[in-house]
Nanobody
Framework: VQLQASGGGLVQAGGSLRLSCAAS????????MGWFRQAPGKEREFIAAIKWSNGWPYYSNNLKGRFTISRDNTENTMLLQVNSLKPEDTAVYYC??????????????????WGQGTQVTVSS
């Protein structure tokens, strides 16, 4: 199983990015996928998760509003739209997947698979 995160880059404050996470090797039709990020010197932070079967999203209360998670069943891909980017959004963004429907989707330790991360850098 592989998760391939992409779509990061250098963007000016106020800009937008769309991150993708392509899953290969299996589907997660009964599971949960999520996005996390980690900035230098900081702990990993939960952003959002999605229940694959019905697309129901869950968001961090701290980040809700600028982030939108979605999935493309046909492409087995999870997306994260990020708007109104701020310098403090600079981090490596990781996708993760679980074969189970997670109640504690905000806890990175319960996920089964992780992508390699994609760097997002926001300049002021």
């Amino acid at each position: 199983v592989q998760l391939q995160a992409s779509g990061g880059g250098l963007v000016q404050a106020g800009g937008s990015l769309r991150l993708s996470c392509a899953a290969s090797g299996r589907t997660f039709s009964g599971g949960t996928m999520g996005w996390f990020r980690q900035a230098p010197g900081k702990e990993r932070e939960f952003i959002a998760a999605i229940k694959w079967s019905n697309g129901w999203p869950y968001y961090s209360n701290n980040l809700k509003g600028r982030f939108t998670i979605s999935r493309d069943n046909t492409e087995n891909t999870m997306l994260l739209q990020v708007n109104s980017l701020k310098p403090e959004d600079t981090a490596v963004y990781y996708c993760a997947a679980s074969v189970r429907t997670l109640g504690n989707y905000y806890n990175g330790r319960v996920y089964d698979y992780w992508g390699q991360g994609t760097q997002v850098t926001v300049s002021s």
